[in-house]
């Protein structure tokens, strides 16, 4: 099985589809922000606080080296700026996970733990920015995925059985 690179905007549900479509199917899934959290023993928010952007885009680096070079038959959820490494279609079938910014706050934002959610997202502090850089992205998103799946309105399962029919094509 090739590998699957899951993408997609901070709060998208890449985590959420992902562990449906390990209960689904006989991929292992692991989690770029885990490895390098793993790595570091420090979470997101505090690599962003202590060592700056710039530090964890370089470790994002590294784990993309790593990935492209040794795993196999994985589900490979990312962090939301994980699109730009250059070997990312190296990695994997790259499946983009889509939908409109307003939607994917008010998800977040439902959730009971909400605050702890948003917090842990340096780059969802400041809505104004995070919107721009959604939009930033969007283009660049699509342009490198192999396949598309909007999650709008629909459960993390129904999403990963989605993803699990149209990923067959590629196998
Ligand atoms: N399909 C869905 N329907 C409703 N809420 C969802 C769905 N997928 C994810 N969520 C919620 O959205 C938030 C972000 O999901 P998460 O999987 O952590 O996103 P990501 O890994 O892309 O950052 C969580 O609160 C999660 O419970
Ligand atoms: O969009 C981004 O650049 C980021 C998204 C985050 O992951 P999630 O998409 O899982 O929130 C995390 O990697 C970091 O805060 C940077």
Known sequence: MKN???????GVGKGSVAREIIKLSDYMSVDTDDLIESMENRVIKK????????YFRNLEKRVSLWLGQNVTNTLISTGGGFYKQDNLKEIGIVVFLNSPFEKILKRIKNHPNAVKKLKKRPLLKDL???????YERLPQYTAV??????????????????????VKQYA
Do not use: N, P, R, W
């Not at 690599?47 to 710039?54: N, P, V």
């Not at 995925?145 to 149209?166: F, G, N, P, R, Y």
């Open 128 to 134: 104004k920015k995070a919107k721009e850089l959604y």
């Open 4 to 10: 699957i690179v899951l993408i997609g905007f901070m």
């Open 47 to 54: 690599i962003f606080e202590q060592s700056g952007e710039a």
């Open 145 to 166: 995925a192999d396949i598309t799946i909007d999650v709008t309105d629909k459960s993390a399962l129904d999403c990963a059985k989605e993803l699990l029919l149209k």
